[in-house]
């Protein structure tokens, strides 16, 4: 059978995605080459149909051949656009101009956790997708989408192919997380992963969340999307996002600038094994509160504790007892985390239950957890 291709790959994944690209346009330019990445077996079918729009999918088949070109292009086309000395400046307006301030109050437990994966690529992909029994969801189909402690979408995570997804926080944020799923496979740094989740939960809680005396910056180490420091400042914080990958920084801007936080969220490229790279980063505090996510500290465990010592360095000095020092909160997998050695000592352990976030297999089990550590000298 021969397919009708949906546009020509040249223009579609060459010529209109680089200049969207470069720019700031990433938002566009991320459509443009999944739409070009697919094969359609239905002539002018809009393949970014509405989940709820009742009408008929269209039939569609990704094309290898396409989809690799266009992830070929869009990596180039970034790297083009990350040596310009503008390109956050470029990112940030073009991306402010999708912002807005999105509210959610997902509360239906709409996916059933043992089929919470396939029901979600099914019925809530940001990709082309073909019919699918999505009469299963809960009526209200586009709350169940959203990855929040109302829904069983964050089962789901990693999704690892969307160029979209929605988070609900805990303090009623509905935010919008772009990723570069397919034109990026596999990339760590621009999906969103389970822990980093559970950090953007824990940080957007009624006690973090709540205004506080002296504890107004943070700092988010292995950033990637910024979803967890995005929800830090829809709580008022101002933030520095950091990631070692220069790709996901104008990822990280475009997120900010998309749920209308652009002005409290800076961006910096962060090796944690570069000492110089380590002081311009301390430079930019003192931070208040350092968060982080899936950070592989079994890779670098010692050094981890000296950069988060470096980094938690302020002039003033506190004891635990004080609850005044610099806090740091680390989600990670159960229990994987060792004792810290000093100047932390563990706060918390703060389950994902406590957000809902259990496994699919059992509903009192999490594999993740927020480890809060505070520095006491």
Known sequence: MSHHFGGSMTPGCNAELAALVLSGDLYAGRRVA??????????????????????????????????????????????????NPRHLELVAEM??????DTYTDC???????KHAHNLWEECCSSLPRSPSACTRLHANQTSCCVMSAGSKAFLSLPVLREISIQVGLQNGRLLRIEQDGLLRPFDVS???????????QWVSSPEQCAPREGRRRVLEVGAGTCTAGIAAATCGYEVVCTDVASWSLPLATANAHMNN????????????????????????????LIIGAALQFEKW???????????????DTCTADTGTGALVALSHTTGSLPEPPAPFAITERVSGLDFGMHTAWSEVE???????????R
């Not at 465990?301 to 002039?315: C, G, I, Q």
């Not at 999490?366 to 006491?376: A, M, Q």
């Open 366 to 376: 999490s594999d993740f957890e927020v480890l809060c550590l505070l520095r006491t």
């Open 301 to 315: 465990l010692p050094r981890m504790w000296y950069v988060l010592e470096v980094l938690t360095d302020k002039s």
């Open 261 to 288: 936080v652009g002005g409290l969220v800076r961006v910096a490229r962060f090796d944690w094994d570069d000492d110089d790279g380590l002081k311009r980063v301390a430079a930019m505090g003192p931070f208040d």
């Open 95 to 100: 991306h402010g101009r999708h912002g807005k």
């Open 34 to 83: 999944v739409q070009a990445s697919f094969s359609r077996l239905q002539a002018d079918v809009n393949l970014f149909w509405p989940v709820d729009s009742g009408n008929a999918a269209p039939v569609f088949q990704i094309n290898k051949e396409a989809a690799a070109h266009c992830a070929h292009m869009w990596q180039d086309a970034v790297e083009c656009l990350v040596r």
């Open 107 to 113: 509360k239906a437990p709409c996916l059933l956790a």
């Open 190 to 200: 621009t999906v969103l992963w389970p822990a980093g989740y559970l950090l953007s």
